[in-house]
C-alpha cells in the first residue's frame, strides 16, 4: 500500500512560481502529477520515465521541471511562468512506468490547490 501527500499549493499571480512536492509512503515505482480544474477532466502534467527522464503535457513545456528524490521518496513539480489555466487541484499519483497516462496509476494524493490570477 502506498500513501501519497501532497504540499504547496496556494495562489499567485499570473507570470508566478510555485513548486509543489509530493511525499510518499511505501516503495514506489512511476510517479506523476495531474491536475483537474473546475468543469475538466482530470489530465497529466508530468511523469518520470522508467529511465529517469520526464514526460511533460504540451501546455507546460519550458515551464514546469519535475524531480524525484528516492531517498527521500518526493516527487516535486516547479512551475514557472504561471498562468490562470494553470488553475486546477493539482494530485500525485505512483504507479507503474508507461506514460502520462490514469490507466498507468493506482494511488492517488488529496490534491493541493493551485491558483493563479491575472
Known sequence: Q????????GSVLAGGSLKLFCTAS???YSMAWFR???GKEREGVAVQNSDGS????DSVKGRFRL???LVYKTLSLQMNSLEPDD???YYCAAGTYG???EEYFDYWGQGTQVTVSS
Do not use: F, I, N
Not at 520526464?54 to 503535457?57: C, E, F, G, I, L
Open 26 to 28: 511505501g516503495y514506489t
Open 99 to 101: 506514460g502520462l497516462d
Open 2 to 9: 502506498v500513501g501519497l501527500m501532497e504540499s504547496g499549493g
Open 87 to 89: 488553475t486546477a487541484m
Open 36 to 38: 483537474q480544474a473546475p
Open 67 to 69: 524531480s524525484r528524490d
Open 54 to 57: 520526464s514526460t511533460y503535457a
